[in-house]
């Protein structure tokens, strides 16, 4: 299964239900709404859709499409947040 995980150190920031992630090597901002936010601090460690599937399921009680988590790695990856863990 393929894993994902933080690519750098970022500084981020919870304002309120939001987060915001500071690139400050490429001048980015990327907004993550809460769910997001928990995602976000999960991967800090490898984990892969199933796990974060998982873990939002336990903290939240609710289901999640695996599409959804799917669509949302790729877009941090495209944003260059996050990478394969190896």
């Known amino acids: 299964m393929v894993q994902f995980i933080q690519k ?5 920031t919870h304002i309120e239900d939001e ?3 500071l690139d ?3 001048y980015t901002v ?12 999960k ?7 199933k796990s ?4 939002i399921d336990q903290e939240y009680g609710a289901e ?3 599409e959804a988590i799917d669509k949302f790695l790729s877009d941090l990856e ?3 947040l996050i990478c394969h863990a190896i």
Do not use: P
């Open 24 to 26: 400050t090597d490429q």
């Open 78 to 80: 495209k944003c260059g």
């Open 30 to 41: 990327t907004r993550l709404n809460d769910l997001g936010g928990f995602c976000w601090l």
């Open 64 to 66: 999640c499409e695996n």
């Open 43 to 49: 991967l800090r460690e490898a984990q892969t859709v």
């Open 52 to 55: 974060l599937h998982m873990a």
């Open 8 to 12: 750098n150190s970022f500084e981020a």
């Open 19 to 21: 987060w915001i992630i």
